[in-house]
């Protein structure tokens, strides 16, 4: 019989608004994700000027992990956890905005600070950089929110011992549109892991 | 007690051919796909491995007869083709579809076409067209992608979730990758030369390969031993300089396989030739007293192929460990790195059990596949 898993804890950002474990810990009044963003890196004190430099993409999954970690995680020591991420439109809000810098000859001026940011997964560098997480990392692709996949996959990396919690994240951006649900995966807690808790959620 | 998983069938659509025999018959021969270019993909010419329109559009007129279809979703349905018709599965919610690219159908935003750019189109075009029923699965994980999808439907396989999954790569040499890596100075200006001391950086190139992954032993080429995919937590842009997702991922692998460094028979390696990732590898490598397991790169024959690199390596890799053969390192001349490796410099015959599949790339990915020969 495997080990139980369960959903130790919880982020959703979407609406100008950040919510932990339920409750509402950010608001901003409706004034784009530029302001949002910035408001909210001061209001949690998050003191990491890369900040600034990061893509939309990045900043809404490096903001949710923030929340989600903060004191909850000793930087200092070795922490065992996975990252399991995915979203629709991948790097698609970068890649727009990188094919503006290329498209007209007479002004044509390709940046290597925007091209790095054309992989969806560059959002994990950020995030195992800032916390430090020297551990598993994937990015995946889907229509939607696949709770059964992200269940079926996070379980797989804590049951063949490939990481000891998972942080998971669906962190969807483009054009101004965003959602990030991102949860820590964890052989403790009381809310159990599984497909329909996460849509609850991921709905909530 | 987890199920074994194995390959069962494999191909790959390069510019050096378009099935695996004819990309061998060129690499024994030492035949590169790098060629010079002039047009308007960039300012100055360059070097880089195309595959031409016209042998793709004839190639997929033999098993189609519509044509609407972007030049990469072509050679993916090519790659996939014979592997597909020889399995005789019916494609039930057991079967898994793994697609993996870095940047797709990109070059739908040229005309803005967004919907055209979402990897989840291409994805359901690809699946469309072989009638794969469960939802696709699309790894987008830059330069590791290719060989992190076997890492993935290996585990899925593993778990019982799916019993086969069908696996295609692939990336395309376009404007928007040609200005990005120029961006970063990382081109090459002579074809690319893997751990090289007058190395200078990479070549790209395109190229499609597929894989079938089975529970099933019939069949088997190779088997799946254990993998990693640790990020290095240092830096977006470049690889630590200690290489140490690289080794961690190795050791993952092989703790998992319950295999020493030193029974690996060959490491197909990532080389890109850039000064920083080749040197982080050798380091990785010696790190795990791996310095004298032959190696090579394969980017001397393809350039690289990105979200392709990893699975279209781990084709020809496979045909390394069944014909019991090394493949030169094309490019290599005087070593580059500051630790020994074993850079492989003359085809020759080798008994290859086991065989080591890497790769690294943005974000501080890396990926660590090892195989075993099926007896």
């Known amino acids: 019989m495997e080990k139980k898993t369960y959903i130790k804890t919880y982020c959703i950002i979407e609406n100008d608004k950040i919510v932990l474990d339920g409750k509402t810990v950010f608001e901003n009044e409706a004034s784009g994700f530029a302001d949002f963003s910035k408001k909210a890196y001061q209001y949690f004190g998050v003191g990491y000027p890369k900040f600034f430099k990061m893509d939309n993409l990045s900043k809404l999954a490096f903001l949710g992990a923030d929340v989600l970690l903060n004191g909850k995680i000793d930087p200092e020591k070795e922490n065992d956890i996975a990252l399991l991420f995915a979203n629709k439109s991948a790097s698609l809000d970068t890649d727009v905005k990188y094919q503006e810098s290329i498209s007209d000859k007479e002004n044509y001026f390709p940046s290597p600070a925007v091209f790095v940011y054309t992989l969806p997964n560059i959002c994990l560098g950020e995030i195992s950089i800032r916390h430090q997480l020297k551990s598993e990392n994937s990015f995946f692709i889907f229509d939607a929110f696949n709770p059964g996949f992200m269940a079926d996959y996070a379980n797989i990396l804590i049951h063949t011992k490939k990481a000891g919690q998972v942080l998971c994240g669906w962190v969807e951006f483009f054009d101004e549109d965003y959602k990030a649900f991102l949860y820590l995966v964890s052989d403790e807690g009381q809310n159990e892991h599984n497909k329909q808790n996460l849509e609850l959620l991921y709905n909530s | ?375």
């Open chain 2, 1 to 375: 007690m987890l199920r074994e998983v194995f390959i069962s069938g494999t191909n790959c659509i390069t510019p050096i051919g378009f099935d695996v025999a004819a990309n061998i018959d060129n690499i024994v021969n030492g035949i590169s796909g790098i060629e010079k270019h002039e047009n308007n993909l960039m300012q100055n010419p360059y070097y880089a491995a195309v595959i031409r329109d016209s042998e793709v559009n004839t190639a997929f007129a033999k098993i189609a007869s519509e044509d609407n279809y972007t030049k990469l979703e072509k050679l993916m349905i090519l790659a996939l083709y014979p592997i597909v018709s020889q399995a005789k599965s019916d494609f039930g919610v057991k079967t898994a579809f793994l697609l993996s690219t870095t940047k797709g159908n990109i070059t739908a935003l040229q005309d803005s076409n967004i919907e055209n750019a979402q990897l989840t189109t291409l994805a359901k075009t690809v699946a469309g067209f072989f009638g794969f029923k469960a939802e696709s699965i699309v790894v987008s994980n830059a330069c590791v992608s290719g060989i992190l999808a076997v890492s993935i439907a290996k585990r899925l396989i593993q778990a019982n979730v799916y019993d086969e999954a069908f696996i295609v790569s692939g990336d395309l040499v376009s404007e928007f990758v040609l200005s990005g890596f120029n961006s970063f100075q990382a081109m090459s200006d002579l074809p690319c030369k893997p751990y090289s001391k007058n190395r200078t950086g990479v070549s790209l190139g395109e190229a499609t390969a597929a894989v079938l992954m089975t529970s099933d032993k019939k069949n088997a080429k190779v088997k799946i031993l254990g993998d990693g995919s640790i990020n290095d937590a240092n830096h977006i842009s470049g690889p630590s300089r200690t290489g140490e997702g690289l080794f961690r991922s190795i050791e993952s692998a092989l703790k998992e396989a319950n295999v020493k460094p030193n029974q690996v028979d060959y490491i197909s390696a990532h080389g890109t030739a850039t000064p920083f990732n080749d040197e982080m590898e050798a380091i990785a490598f010696n790190r795990l007293e791996m310095g004298n397991v032959p190696v090579n790169s394969l980017k001397g024959y393809y350039g690289h192929t990105l979200g392709a690199s990893g699975l279209l390596e781990t084709v020809i890799g496979i045909e390394s460990v069944l014909r019991n053969r090394l493949f030169v390192s094309l490019g290599f001349d005087e070593i580059g790195v500051s630790q020994p490796i074993n850079v492989i410099s003359k085809n020759e015959d080798k008994e290859i059990n086991y065989f080591l599949k890497t790769a690294s790339g943005f974000g501080g990915c890396n990926t660590a596949v090892l195989f075993e020969k099926v007896k």
